[in-house]
């Protein structure tokens, strides 16, 4: 039974990080900041995404609002459930290691 709801609870957690960006701020301004994100561990690899967020953003972890977001924190945003055409990146919840 234990091995059982370990596999349910490794999956939904496999699950949810499904579609999320990670990555370390390297901007912020008024209404946004820019996350470096690494795809695996190359840093070749790496994009500057630019982050808006709306009045319904929610920031969880180390910090509990934009104010305390900083320059060099590692963050793990959940975006807004949009259309794939949609041209900007919307965070639902950003959460600081």
């Known amino acids: ?3 059982l709801l370990s596999l349910i609870v490794g ?15 390297t901007e912020k301004t008024d209404s946004s900041f820019m996350l470096e994100v690494t795809s ?4 070749a690899e790496s994009s ?4 808006h967020l709306t009045d319904h953003t929610i920031f969880s972890g180390a910090i509990s609002t934009f104010e305390e977001l900083e320059v060099g ?7 807004a459930k949009l259309s794939e055409d949609f041209p900007y ?6 959460i600081v290691e």
């Open 73 to 79: 924190d590692q963050v793990v945003v959940v975006p």
């Open 11 to 25: 999956s939904l957690l496999l699950l949810t990080a499904c579609g999320n960006y990670e990555g370390t701020v």
């Open 1 to 3: 039974m234990k091995k």
């Open 40 to 43: 695996g561990n190359s840093e």
């Open 48 to 51: 500057v995404q630019e982050m």
């Open 89 to 94: 990146i919307l965070v639902s919840e950003a």
